[in-house]
């Protein structure tokens, strides 16, 4: 997982260098489900599961320690 | 976030656990030498990475640094006479050199066992006002790092070492936590001589309340007196950070918009692994160090200026501390978190109620989160990102070393004197790098 959030915050901060805008975080299903089964409360109240302040969606195209900022 | 699994892996370090491989790899910090200032001085406990030690200094002025039990029926060496190079077990005799000789076992009168046998014994080396140690399999200590701030005389550096019941990343991830410091460290910045600041919606009247704390440079403002400007230049709570990797770990600059139009705030901090943050607008560092996986040391390392006292140095790592909150004699050095002044925090006099500056804040806010924080339950924002590089730096070494190699930052040439740290105000286009060209080498190395 310390490579992924690595990852995924890297490229946050370049898509806001490049004055984009992030609304989610797409990441490979087994990182979507290792976060949801670290924040089982949280999955159990219906919160949506976030990650670095963004939306995670779960995208099967998506390889496990390179996830993409969209 | 990381996973419950990951959590563990991360913060345990006793023998056998993956951290605990890695941080043996490296030289680390494990005593101050103030507390072995003479030869045949008593010896000291020292409890780093899960295992128990003796510190002594011999006849000679030699350091040793041995397991703490006597091998022959296990009673503490810290009990020990310290003698005639070597210390003496109190319960049978036994006496131990520096490098872990079995000189005498008065209860076995052959030679035999002693020539065949040596009490574990680790290489020592002085630097910084610190006793460092390395406790890796032997033969493969690293070169020593000579960072420049290390070279100078023990007498010429400030040390003060704060014991917490935490997990050490606790504290570690605090030491680059740039986005806390214009927030949780407001009181400090009063004290030092900064105006009304918000935070979010509340709007802090940045009037000097604890008066009596330690501040960087010795210069407090004083009620009624008037703001200083550039004390901490911006109003920005949420710096860009920026970061690069680089052989001895990484470097970042938390980068602000400064108050001044056409300017920006930058502070670059550089981490050498796995210990030591050189925190710009310091002259020196922070250094964590576990002592097991529920309390750690947190040990300032400042440099003196020329011909100041030490004396007067301790003396002003404890300013503003109540005694009954933390001292920097052995026995006093655990920090007990003082009562927070919730009466100066709802007047609007305080912003976070801790008195003694940014250390027993930091202590506060650390040692909250419990012994042992589940990194799972947390948020991180883009503003973390040296907390997060930091943590796969150690998932990468942990990796390294079961794959039979050295860890990040082992092995690799770079200039360790240059390392240094900056905190300034420069023109908005100007990169952030140029501040420190010292670097530029060793982030070219990196690659």
Known sequence: ?70 | MLTPEENEVLCRVGPGTPMGKVLRRYWTPAFQLGDLPEPDCPPIKVTILGENFVAFRDTEGRLGFLDELCCHRGASLTLGRVEACGIRCLYHGWKYAVDGTIMETPNLATTTFRERVKHGAYPVHEAGGLGWVYLGPPGTAPAFPNFAWANAPASEFSVSEIIMDCNWMQAQEGSIDSSHVGILHLDTLATMGSGPRSVGSFDFAGEPWDLDMQVPGGARRMPGEAPRPGVWPSEDNAPRIELETTPFGFHYAAIRDADEPGKKFVRITAFVLPYTAIIGGTNGGVIVVPRDDYSCSTIGVFRLPPGTDRSVAEERARRGIDPAVWGPEPENRRLRLPKQDREAMAAGKSFAGFRGGNRVQDGAVQTSAGRMYDRAKEHLVPADLAIIRLRRLFADSIRLIESGHDPVGIGVDYDSTQVTAVSTIIDADQDWRDLVPSHQGSREAAR
């Open chain 1, 1 to 70: 997982m310390s490579v992924v959030v690595d990852n995924a915050c890297t490229q946050i901060w370049e898509a806001l260098d490049g004055g984009a805008t992030v609304t989610s975080l797409r990441v490979s299903p087994a990182v979507y489900e290792a976060v949801a089964a670290a924040r089982s409360k949280e999955v159990a109240r219906h919160y949506p599961l976030m990650l670095l302040g963004l939306p995670l969606v779960a995208d099967h195209a998506v390889p496990t320690y390179d996830p993409v900022v969209a």
